[in-house]
Nanobody, 119 residues
């Protein structure tokens, strides 16, 4: 069973910030790039950001300049710092390992963490 445990979501006002965490196993974390995805109600799951093992990062245009993905190698954890949040960022956020083609590696997802941006 793939271990992907997301946390850190919550209710925040527009313009606010949250930091999400995703803990996984050492074998997954040390082998693969890690990515964040999100799924809004009634919509498909979309890619948000990727953190590569060498330190490079990549972001969806919708979050570029507002979100920052980072890795803690000692904790086998990937983070998503979300600033200047907008109502359209409301979604369940998931993490996954990434294939070389930029797709989620595992079919099985964690429970996700709910982010709600509302006044």
């Amino acid at each position: 069973q793939v271990q992907l445990v997301e946390s850190g979501g919550g209710l925040v006002q527009p313009g606010g910030s949250l930091r999400l965490s995703c803990a996984t196993s050492r074998s997954i974390f040390s082998t693969y790039a890690m990515g964040w995805f999100r799924q809004a109600p009634g919509k498909e799951r979309d890619w948000v950001a990727t953190s590569f093992r060498g330190g490079e990062t990549n972001y969806a245009d919708s979050v570029k300049g507002r979100f920052t993905i980072s890795r803690d190698n000692a904790k086998n954890t990937v983070y998503l710092q979300m600033n200047s949040l907008k109502p359209e960022d409301t979604a369940v956020y998931y993490c996954n390992a990434m294939t070389v083609s930029g797709k989620p590696l595992f079919r099985s997802w964690g429970q996700g963490t709910q982010v709600t941006v509302s006044s």
